[in-house]
């Protein structure tokens, strides 16, 4: 009994790690699983990893090819399209309706985010890009007084996170950040609804329209490669 629940125990923390580092994008759609080289990494046998990995493709998150083994699965290009979407139109409206009462404190914060968000572009660091870019627009949005449209926002926000995007499409990321400082600028100046609903909108779907023009499959990701201990 005792040896069953280490091996549950061990097959969970496996788990838990490698879907957590395939959310956050650490372990970008098309990477390798290499069983053995987790299983080194985490200190467990295959057995736990290779069990993590099953549970994994049940929630379809890992597939299996013949003659490869494991990879993290490919995003879903339509599902991607719609989310971005609609998060363009209820996300703008947020912003809008926020910018009013966005304090001067919170703009100041948004503008440091910023300013490291263009770091990461020098570093290539695209998963600390990423959650710095949720960080900033939650500060333009979250002061939205209609909390239906707030909680709406929140929701496309974490099925992007399954999504499991990241922003690595070729070109767009310095664009995104000089769209922000822009956007910061129209919020300072106290410039009409309209304006602010309709820039923010358009940023996010230039994002959607720089990733479905990528070629190939479109996927916002690097070359396919293997995980690394």
Sequence with gaps: MVTAQRAASKSDHAYSIIRRRILDGRYAPGFRLVL????????????????????????RLVDFERNVGARVSA??????????????????????????????DDLATAAEINDRMRRCLDDGDAHTFTTLNGQFHQLLYQRCPNPHIADLVERGWARMGTLRTHFSVPGRAPQSVAEHDRMLGLIRVRADAADIEAFAREHRLATLDAFLTQPGTGHPTATPEEIQP
């Design 36 to 59: 053995d080289r987790l299983a080194r990494e985490l200190n467990v046998s295959s057995v736990p990893v290779r069990e993590a990995v099953r549970r994994l493709e049940a929630e």
């Design 75 to 104: 995003i879903d290009t339509t599902e991607y399209r719609h989310t971005m979407q609609t998060l363009a139109i209820i996300e703008g409206a947020a912003t809008a309706l926020a910018a009013p009462m966005v304090p001067l």
